[in-house]
């Protein structure tokens, strides 16, 4: 295994590819609303952040009960387009068991409610996979560094032993705010010419990069090891 001991992923947009149902939901909500639609890289641009904040940044002259009432609108609206869950994207499941298998921790740290994140996990037969979970409602926000922190106090750990990655900028803000390396994946929320601009210790743009890159450090060590062995 590599020096890291703790690998830390983003839901929607990272392993699930969620984020063209979420920019739906949001455009019927603002219907529903009597709002004027964002566009969809607005949409875009607020995945990653809790449910209120999202609203929040998108409709800023709304106060506390209309981002209530278009929360729960909004939910209603991604639970119809979630009838069939979204799949995982490639090589994320069995990536994921070869992680498990090398004895890394595996945990998610998502802008997703508690309840939204169960019923997801448990859709998939999940319920116990990861070895911790965080969710913005039972936390700060990101990019505040207060669920990675959690996490890390959880396992014991430095953020020296951890790994973000993430689809959008506040996951890899929240990593920098936490002092925890990060991996910028360009399929999901973002571009990586937008996420690049945030620093990453790693980009990619396929999930079975994530993999080989992690295998190669464990090679890596393996060489100088030996070296000072011999």
């Known amino acids: 295994m590599s020096d890291y001991r703790l690998l830390i992923f983003d839901w929607d947009g990272t392993l699930v590819d969620s984020i063209g149902r979420i920019v739906e ?9 009597g709002l004027v639609r964002c566009t969809d890289d607005q949409v875009r641009g607020i995945i990653g952040l809790g449910l209120p904040e999202a609203i929040a940044t ?15 609108v909004y939910s209603t609206q991604y639970l119809a387009l979630e009838a069939e869950p979204s799949p995982l994207f490639a090589g994320v499941e069995e990536s ?14 998502t802008g997703k409610g508690r ?5 997801v996990l448990q859709g998939r037969g999940w319920s116990e996979y990861f070895d911790a979970t965080r969710c913005a409602d039972e936390t700060a ?11 890390l106090a959880e396992f014991g750990l430095q953020a020296s ?11 890899l803000q929240m ?38 890159w992690l295998q190669g450090r464990v090679d890596s060590q393996r060489v100088e090891v030996s070296s000072y062995v011999g």
């Not at 939901?25 to 609303?33: F, K, L, T």
């Open 161 to 171: 032993q951890a790994l973000m990655v993430g689809d959008s900028s506040f996951d």
């Open 96 to 109: 994921l068991e070869a992680f498990r298998e090398q004895g890394y921790l595996l945990a998610v740290a």
């Open 58 to 72: 998108l409709y800023a002259q709304l106060d506390t009960a209309a981002i209530e009432t278009f929360r729960g």
């Open 115 to 119: 309840h939204g994140l169960q019923r």
């Open 175 to 212: 990593a920098h705010n936490a002092g925890m390396d990060c991996v910028a994946v360009g399929y999901g929320a973002q571009p990586l010419d937008v996420l690049r601009g945030c620093s990453p210790t790693l980009a990619i743009e396929e999930f079975i990069e994530l993999r080989t």
């Open 25 to 33: 939901a949001m455009h019927r909500a603002s219907d529903a609303c």
């Open 141 to 151: 926000s990101k990019p505040q560094p207060l669920m990675l922190e959690q996490l």
